[in-house]
């Protein structure tokens, strides 16, 4: 499975999964995802390490906790659902 397989900003592909799974509305955009990791320093711990943990209580649009584990799915494998090499 290839993560990204057209090398897109990697927020844009996240969302795009988000919204095909409903998580967010179609107005919700990848800078907006994108403005959520930057507004909470969640990005900034180092290279190849586990995420620091707890999480923030960061919510989308629809009310769902963005850093919950179903939500970073799409992050982590934005290409679930679709059909990838």
């Not at 919510?59 to 963005?66: C, D, I, L, T, V």
Request: proline share 13%; glycine share 6%; with cysteine.
């Amino acid at each position: 499975m290839i993560r990204n397989p057209l090398k897109g900003n990697e927020y844009e592909v996240a969302v795009a999964c988000l919204k095909r799974e409903g998580r967010v509305p179609d107005s919700f955009t990848g800078q907006d995802y994108a403005d959520l990791w930057d507004q909470h320093s969640v990005h900034d711990w180092p290279p190849n390490s586990p995420m620091p943990l707890p999480l923030p209580d960061v919510f989308f649009p629809s009310g769902e906790n963005a850093f919950s584990d179903e939500a970073l799915e799409c992050f982590n494998n934005p290409m679930k659902g679709l059909e990838n090499p």
